[in-house]
C-alpha cells in the first residue's frame, strides 16, 4: 500500500510537471511573436539564473560552483545552449502540438544512439518500437517532393540534441549537485544568447514592454517548478509506472494549442502523435524488463 501511495504521489508530480512545461512553452511562443531567439534565450536566462543562483545558496555550499566548470558539466551546458536556440525558432514557426510531438519521439532517439555508440544492445521488439516511433514521425514530418519544412528539422534536431545532453548527463558524478548543473546551464544559455545578438545582425535587440519581461520572467519561474516537479515524480516511485505520465504533455499541448493559438493538429499528425507515444510508453516498458533481468543474472537478492 505504501508503494502505491508513493506512486500515485509520482504520477500526480509528473502531470504537474508536464503542465508546468506545456505552460511555459506556451509563454515562450507568444513571447517569440514580439522578439527574436537570442533576446528570448538573454532575457528568460536572466530570470533562470537568478533562481537557480538563489536554488544553490539556499541547498548548496556555493564554494561547488567551481563544478560548472568541469568539462562534462560544460559539455552539458554547451549543449543546453543549442537546445534552447533550436527549440525557441522552432517554437515561433510550429504549432504547439507538433513541436511537442516531435520532443517525445527524444528517447527513441536517445536508444538509437546507445546502439550507434555501442553502449547497449536492442532487441528486435526495441528495434520494432523505434520504427513505429519513426513512422509517426514521418507522419508529422510528412516530406514532399518539395522538401520538408524547415522549421520541422530544426525540431528534430533540437530533439536529437536533448538525447545528446541526456547521454553527456549520465556520465556526470553524482558529486555535482543537480542545482550546480542548473545554474551552470542557465549562465551559458544567457551568454550563448547574447553571443548570437552580437554576430548576427537580424537578432537586434528589440524594445520590450512590460508584458514581454513578464512572459518570460513566468517561463523561468514555471520551467523550474517543473523541473523540480520532475525530480519529485522519481523519488521513491516505480520508473515504469509514472513514465508513461510524462506523454500527458502532449495533452496540455493541443489544449493549450487550441485555446491561446488557435491550432488543432489534423487527423495524420494525431496518427503519427499516437504512434510516437505507443513506441515510447513500449521502450519504457522494455527498459524496465532489461534492469529486472539485470538483477537477476548479477545474482541480487530480490527486492
Known amino acids: 500500500m505504501a508503494q502505491h501511495a508513493q506512486n500515485r504521489r509520482g504520477i500526480l508530480a509528473m502531470l504537474a510537471a508536464m503542465a508546468c512545461f506545456s505552460v511555459s512553452d506556451t509563454l515562450i511562443k507568444l513571447a517569440a511573436a514580439s522578439m527574436g531567439t537570442g533576446q528570448i534565450m538573454v532575457v528568460r536566462g536572466l530570470?533562470?539564473?537568478?533562481?537557480?543562483?538563489?536554488?544553490?545558496?539556499?541547498?548548496?555550499?556555493?564554494?561547488?560552483?567551481?563544478?560548472?566548470?568541469?568539462?562534462?558539466?560544460?559539455?552539458?551546458?554547451?549543449?543546453?545552449?543549442?537546445?534552447?536556440?533550436t527549440f525557441v525558432t522552432a517554437i515561433a514557426r510550429l504549432p504547439l502540438a507538433i513541436i511537442t510531438a516531435i520532443y517525445q519521439a527524444t528517447p527513441i532517439i536517445l536508444t538509437v544512439l546507445t546502439v550507434l555508440m555501442r553502449i547497449e544492445t536492442v532487441g528486435w521488439r526495441r528495434w520494432v518500437a523505434i520504427l513505429v516511433g519513426f513512422a509517426g514521425v514521418l507522419l508529422i514530418v510528412r516530406p514532399?517532393?518539395?522538401?520538408?519544412?524547415?522549421?520541422?528539422?530544426?525540431?528534430?534536431?533540437?530533439?536529437?540534441?536533448?538525447?545528446?545532453?541526456?547521454?553527456?548527463?549520465?556520465?556526470?558524478?553524482?558529486?555535482?549537485?543537480?542545482?550546480?548543473?542548473?545554474?551552470?546551464?542557465?549562465?551559458?544559455?544567457?551568454?550563448?544568447?547574447?553571443?548570437l545578438i552580437l554576430v548576427d545582425k537580424s537578432q537586434a535587440w528589440l524594445p520590450l514592454s512590460a508584458r514581454d519581461y513578464g512572459l518570460l520572467a513566468a517561463a523561468a519561474?514555471?520551467?523550474?517548478?517543473?523541473?523540480?516537479?520532475?525530480?519529485?515524480?522519481?523519488?521513491?516511485?516505480?520508473?515504469?509506472?509514472?513514465?508513461?505520465?510524462?506523454?500527458?504533455?502532449?495533452?496540455?499541448?493541443?489544449?493549450?494549442?487550441?485555446?491561446?493559438?488557435?491550432?488543432?493538429?489534423?487527423?495524420?499528425?494525431?496518427?503519427?502523435?499516437?504512434?510516437?507515444?505507443?513506441?515510447?510508453?513500449?521502450?519504457?516498458?522494455?527498459?524496465?524488463?532489461?534492469?529486472?533481468?539485470?538483477?537477476?543474472?548479477?545474482?541480487?537478492?530480490?527486492?
Open 47 to 85: 530570470f533562470a539564473t537568478l533562481l537557480a543562483a538563489g536554488l544553490v545558496a539556499a541547498t548548496s555550499d556555493l564554494r561547488l560552483l567551481r563544478l560548472t566548470l568541469g568539462r562534462k558539466v560544460l559539455l552539458r551546458s554547451l549543449a543546453e545552449a543549442a537546445i534552447a536556440f
Open 144 to 195: 514532399s517532393p518539395e522538401g520538408v519544412d524547415a522549421a520541422i528539422l530544426i525540431a528534430l534536431a533540437s530533439a536529437t540534441i536533448v538525447a545528446v545532453r541526456d547521454l553527456i548527463t549520465r556520465r556526470i558524478t553524482a558529486a555535482v549537485p543537480t542545482v550546480v548543473i542548473t545554474f551552470a546551464t542557465t549562465a551559458t544559455v544567457t551568454a550563448a544568447g547574447g553571443l
Open 221 to 303: 519561474a514555471i520551467v523550474t517548478a517543473g523541473n523540480l516537479a520532475m525530480v519529485a515524480a522519481f523519488r521513491g516511485t516505480e520508473m515504469s509506472v509514472v513514465s508513461p505520465f510524462r506523454y500527458s504533455v502532449l495533452v496540455w499541448a493541443i489544449g493549450f494549442g487550441y485555446v491561446v493559438f488557435g491550432e488543432w493538429p489534423d487527423l495524420v499528425a494525431c496518427l503519427g502523435i499516437a504512434l510516437i507515444v505507443a513506441a515510447g510508453i513500449y521502450t519504457v516498458h522494455r527498459e524496465r524488463i532489461r534492469a529486472r533481468q539485470a538483477v537477476l543474472e548479477a545474482g541480487d537478492p530480490p527486492g
